[in-house]
C-alpha cells in the first residue's frame, strides 16, 4: 500500500492558479492509477480527475476540463494538480487517491488516501 501526502493548498483570488503535490511513499507508486477528490463543506467527496499508471491518459470532470491539468513524476514518486482559471465554487479540501484500476470514479474504488489540502478561491 502507498502512503499519500498533499500539499500546496492556500487562499487564492478567483481568476488565479494553485498547483497541488502528493508525494507517494514506497516503490509502488507506479502501479496505481492516481486520482483527485475534493470536497467542499456540507458535500459529498466529489471525483476530479485521473492519470494512469504510465501519465498516458488522463480524465476530467466537465466542471474542470480546461482550467486543470493531472500529472505524474514516477521518477519522484509524485502526483500533481495545476489548477488554473479557479472560480470559488474549486473551494475544497484537495484530496490524491490511488487505485488499481484507471477506470475508477466512486471514491470507495481507491484504497490509499492523503490527509487533504484545503484550497480556497475568493471572488
Known amino acids: 500500500q502507498v502512503q499519500l501526502v498533499e500539499s500546496g493548498g492556500g487562499l487564492v483570488q478567483a481568476g488565479g492558479s494553485l498547483r497541488l503535490s502528493c508525494a507517494a511513499s514506497?516503490?509502488?507508486?507506479?502501479?496505481?492509477?492516481m486520482g483527485w477528490f475534493r470536497q467542499a463543506p456540507g458535500k459529498e467527496r466529489e471525483f476530479v480527475a485521473i492519470i494512469s499508471r504510465s501519465g498516458d491518459s488522463t480524465y476530467y470532470i466537465e466542471s474542470v476540463k480546461g482550467r486543470f491539468t493531472i500529472s505524474r513524476d514516477n521518477a519522484k514518486n509524485t502526483l500533481y494538480l495545476q489548477m488554473n482559471s479557479l472560480k470559488p465554487e474549486d473551494t475544497a479540501v484537495y484530496y490524491c487517491?490511488?487505485?488499481?484500476?484507471?477506470?475508477?470514479?466512486?471514491?470507495?474504488?481507491?484504497?490509499?488516501w492523503g490527509q487533504g489540502t484545503q484550497v480556497t478561491v475568493s471572488s
Open positions: 487517491a490511488a487505485t488499481s484500476t484507471y477506470g475508477s470514479r466512486r471514491w470507495t474504488d481507491f484504497r490509499s
Open positions: 514506497g516503490r509502488t507508486f507506479r502501479n496505481y492509477a
